[in-house]
């Protein structure tokens, strides 16, 4: 066996490396809180050289080089919490041999807990509203679960398609009595977990008012889980329906969102594609922000496909009472989530970090 073979043996990839660092803090936070030993033999025991946690320390340099600066932060705050633990059983053995001669000043100032921040994708919902209401767009929103018929057939997505199969959509059961005409049977078969935020277009043109100037937020559910994916996620969707609406309204608004969002420095593009409920149909990427188009696990090439846009189907707009003759319009679906992950400087690679709940993570933003 080579060198090489060798060192490739003894790889440890970075997360299980952290899981093990997770596992170690908390038996330690777990023993400190029930042993009898005193602070400074369970220093010794926990962070001495011997320790178990300073023998898994010795092999960080068996993690890829690439991941060992993200590995050192996460074993040095492990050493901290276990540090601040030991201070903490200090502190209480010392109050309780001086709690007899215990003072303190009640007209002191307390101290002010620690203030929390809104959520990345809550902070990115508010920044994109922000942008688009600039050019007059105006958040609407409709709902989550929602019949078939709004999700799907109205956007001129045909029953077999594959977007309605049951490994792609969460589809549930509809809880109130049969619908009673043919008319409700046709919207009324079956419930989903919205797929896309696509189902607002009809809804806000039934609403009868143009133009319409639209951006819908939400939760999408879709059955997906990887670096790019989760089950659910937040989408933007926009939807712009006047008389002569063209592509380069399209690709205007596209331009104003991208250098307001991500600075005048990025580069993105409409990339030719096919939708059911477009007629021509693009898919927008943005070259990538985690890698600056050089290729990396997240976007492979280069580039990132933040979702799609393109011209209003006819049989769409009919879907929502509206003469594709005389009216016609843009629309576009991007994922919240991927948006924020391709602003400059936030090299995230993972989407599934967004809702780990780790508050070192989360505190970063």
């Not at 060192?7 to 596992?23: Q, R």
């Amino acid at each position: 066996m080579t060198n090489q073979q060798d060192n490739d043996a003894l790889t440890i990839a970075a997360p299980h490396f952290i899981g093990l660092l997770m596992e170690m803090e908390h038996q330690a936070r777990e023993l400190i809180a029930t042993t009898d030993k005193s602070a400074e033999e369970l220093r010794i025991l926990l962070l001495g050289p011997k320790s178990e946690l300073g023998k898994l320390t010795k092999q960080i340099r068996q993690v890829p080089p690439v991941d060992r600066g993200n590995v050192g932060v996460v074993v040095n705050e492990v050493k901290e919490s276990i540090e601040k633990a030991l201070q903490k059983k200090l502190s209480a053995i010392s109050d309780q041999l001086s709690a007899p001669n215990d003072w303190f000043d009640v007209t002191a100032p307390g101290i002010r807990p620690p203030e929390g921040h809104l959520h990345i994708v809550s902070q990115a919902i508010t920044e994109i509203t922000r942008i688009f209401e600039r050019i007059g767009f105006t958040r609407v929103r409709h709902p989550e679960v929602d019949w078939d018929w709004y999700a799907f057939e109205s956007l001129n997505m045909p029953p077999h398609h594959p977007a309605r199969d049951e490994w792609e959509t969460f589809f549930i059961d509809y809880p109130g009595k049969p619908p009673a005409s043919r008319a409700d049977l046709e919207r009324k078969e079956q419930i989903v977990l919205t797929p896309h935020t696509s189902n607002g277009q009809v809804r806000e043109m039934e609403k009868g008012s143009l133009p319409i100037r639209m951006i819908n937020i939400a939760k999408c559910y879709r059955r997906q889980l990887d670096v790019s994916h989760t089950p659910m996620f937040h989408q933007f969707e926009g939807l712009y329906v006047d008389k002569e609406v063209s592509i380069g309204d399209l690709k205007g608004v596209m331009d104003f969102f991208f250098k307001g969002y991500y600075g005048p420095d990025r580069v993105s593009r409409l990339r030719p594609f096919h939708f059911q409920f477009t007629e021509p149909s693009f898919e927008v990427d943005i070259n990538c922000g985690v890698c600056l188009g050089k290729g990396c696990k997240l976007c492979k090439d280069g580039w990132l496909e933040l979702g799609g846009s393109g011209m209003v189907h006819p049989n769409v707009l009919r879907s929502g009472g509206i003469d594709p003759n005389v009216y016609s319009g843009f629309a576009f679906g991007w994922g919240v989530e991927r948006v924020a992950m391709m602003k400059s400087g936030t090299k995230l690679d993972d989407v599934r970090l967004l809702y780990s709940n780790d508050v070192r993570f989360l505190e970063q933003f």
